[in-house]
T-cell receptor
Framework: DADVTQTPRNRITKTGKRIMLECSQTKGHDRMYWYRQDPGLGLRLIYYSFDVKDINKGEISDGYSVSRQAQAKFSLSLESAIPNQTALYFC???????????FGPGTRLTVL | AQSVTQLGSHVSVSEGALVLLRCNYSSSVPPYLFWYVQYPNQGLQLLLKYTSAATLVKGINGFEAEFKKSETSFHLTKPSAHMSDAAEYFCAVSLSGGSNYKLTFGKGTLLTVNP
């Protein structure tokens, strides 16, 4: 079984809809991250969490919110989806002090 | 603040040829540096990382990278390309030793390997 899983893997939604992307991990890591990937832009950090009570904005948090339900679960929500949020979304985890990040397989989101 | 610049968004090599993917970084403190690979329709996988030990770092699949502080570079190389190396490669930097660990990624380099 994969260490970092994301659901759904693909999602098509309409402008204005609320959508939630979920991430679960079995690596036992405290730190979790959400990134979006756009062609030619690399990965950009949306939110990160160092433990259940510690959630921080990344460089592109506008239009997104997160919830850390447990050490193993970190969800990303789009309250009112818009077309420019069409992207590939990745969840990642890491532990301290190795700081290596481990990525999930990604969720491809299309907002029409 | 930290940043990464990957020179060349697309690199094409022949099978068996040298692979060289360039990465330059900017960091206010000694950095940790990473190379990740993304195969089609997959997440990112760590190739190798530099964390202030040996400046020449060996990774998986025959890749290696050398940290050059004077040039602020961390270029990725492989002596002989294989068809299976075709993927997108990302260089990333983080600030070393801090409790606020975040990765900053470059924009990626797509490697094509021609038969």
């Amino acid at each position: 079984d994969a260490d970092v899983t994301q659901t759904p893997r693909n999602r098509i939604t309409k402008t204005g809809k609320r959508i939630m992307l979920e991430c679960s991990q079995t690596k036992g890591h405290d730190r979790m991250y959400w990134y979006r990937q756009d062609p030619g832009l690399g990965l950009r950090l949306i939110y990160y969490s160092f433990d259940v009570k510690d959630i921080n904005k990344g460089e592109i948090s506008d239009g997104y919110s997160v919830s850390r339900q447990a050490q193993a679960k970190f969800s990303l929500s789009l309250e009112s989806a818009i077309p420019n949020q069409t992207a590939l979304y990745f969840c990642a985890t890491s532990d301290f002090p190795t700081d290596t990040q481990y990525f999930g397989p990604g969720t491809r989101l299309t907002v029409l | 603040a930290q940043s990464v610049t990957q020179l060349g968004s697309h690199v094409s090599v022949s099978e068996g040829a040298l692979v060289l993917l360039r990465c330059n970084y900017s960091s206010s403190v000694p950095p940790y540096l990473f190379w990740y690979v993304q195969y089609p329709n997959q997440g990112l996988q760590l190739l190798l990382k530099y964390t202030s030990a040996a400046t020449l770092v060996k990774g998986i699949n025959g890749f290696e990278a050398e940290f050059k502080k004077s040039e602020t570079s961390f270029h990725l190389t492989k002596p002989s390309a294989h068809m299976s190396d075709a993927a997108e490669y990302f260089c990333a930097v983080s600030l070393s030793g801090g409790s606020n660990y975040k990765l900053t990624f470059g924009k990626g380099t797509l490697l094509t390997v021609n038969p």
